[in-house]
C-alpha cells in the first residue's frame, strides 16, 4: 500500500464543513483512495472510496485531483458525533484477501 | 443492516492463560480478519482467513495466535499463553467474496486486559 500522510489533529465547531487532506505522492496506477472512521472505542467503519474526480455519499465527499497525489475528504456541517479519527488508505482493491493497513490518522474534535 | 458480532467485549485474564475471542462475521461474508489496538496506538492487522485457511499474517501473528472457524458462522483468536503486552482491543473484520472494494466490515472489538 502507498504511504500516506495526514494531519494528526484538526478541530472544528459544530455545523461548519471540515475537510481532511491525505497526501499519497507514490500513489500506483491501480490505487484506489478509501476512507475509514474510528469512534472511540469501537472498529473503523468504511465511509468513502474513490480513483479520481469526485465522490459523494450520504455521509462524506472524496475529491481527487488530475494527478491523484493527494485526496480530500469533506465533511459537510459537522455535529459533534462526527468526532472521531479519519483513516486514509490507499492501495488496490480486489477480491482477495488484502489486509488493511492504518496509519495513525487524523483526530478530529467538533466543538460546539 | 447485518453486522459483526464479537464477544465478550472485555475480558481479563491473568499472564499465561490462555484466552479465546469470538466473532460472527456478516453471514454471506467470505473473509475475515483479526486485528488489533493497543490503547493510544495504530489499528494493526494479525490474520486473515478464507477458505478455511489462513491466507495471510503479521508479525505480530506468532506462534502464541491461532484462528479456527469451528461451525460455519463463528471465527475465534485464541491466544495461548497471554503476556502483558497482549493487552488490546482486538476487532474481527469480514468482508464480502466479490466485491472490488476496500470495504472490510468491523465488530465492536473484544477489550483485553492481561493482568
Known amino acids: 500500500l502507498a504511504k500516506t500522510t495526514q494531519p494528526i489533529s484538526m478541530d472544528s465547531y459544530e455545523g461548519q464543513e471540515v475537510n481532511i487532506t491525505c497526501s499519497h505522492n507514490?500513489?500506483?496506477?491501480?490505487?484506489?483512495i478509501t476512507w475509514y472512521q474510528q469512534f472511540p472505542s469501537q472498529g473503523p467503519r468504511f465511509i468513502i472510496q474513490g480513483y479520481k474526480t469526485k465522490v459523494t455519499n450520504e455521509v462524506a465527499s472524496l475529491f481527487i485531483p488530475a494527478d491523484r497525489k493527494s485526496s480530500t475528504l469533506s465533511l459537510p456541517r459537522v455535529s459533534l458525533s462526527d468526532t472521531a479519527v479519519y483513516y486514509c488508505?490507499?492501495?488496490?482493491?480486489?477480491?482477495?484477501?488484502?489486509?488493511?493497513?492504518f496509519g495513525k490518522g487524523t483526530r478530529l474534535s467538533v466543538i460546539a | 443492516e447485518p453486522e459483526v458480532t464479537q464477544t465478550p467485549s472485555h475480558q481479563v485474564t491473568q499472564m499465561g492463560q490462555e484466552v479465546i475471542l469470538r466473532c460472527v462475521p456478516i453471514?454471506?461474508?467470505?473473509?475475515f480478519y483479526w486485528y488489533r489496538q493497543i490503547l493510544g496506538q495504530k489499528v494493526e492487522f494479525l490474520v486473515s482467513?478464507?477458505?478455511?485457511?489462513?491466507?495471510?499474517k503479521s508479525e505480530i501473528f506468532d506462534d502464541q495466535f491461532s484462528v479456527e472457524r469451528p461451525d460455519g458462522s463463528n471465527f475465534t483468536l485464541k491466544i495461548r499463553s497471554t503476556k502483558l503486552e497482549d493487552s488490546a482491543m482486538y476487532f474481527c473484520?469480514?468482508?464480502?467474496?466479490?466485491?472490488?472494494?476496500?470495504?472490510?466490515?468491523f465488530g465492536p472489538g473484544t477489550r483485553l486486559t492481561v493482568t
Open positions: 453471514s454471506n461474508h467470505l473473509y
Open positions: 488508505l490507499v492501495g488496490v482493491p480486489n477480491s482477495g484477501n488484502t489486509p488493511l493497513v
Open positions: 473484520a469480514s468482508r464480502p467474496g466479490q466485491a472490488a472494494t476496500y470495504e472490510q466490515y
Open positions: 507514490n500513489i500506483a496506477t491501480n490505487d484506489y
Open positions: 482467513f478464507y477458505n478455511n485457511e489462513i491466507s495471510e
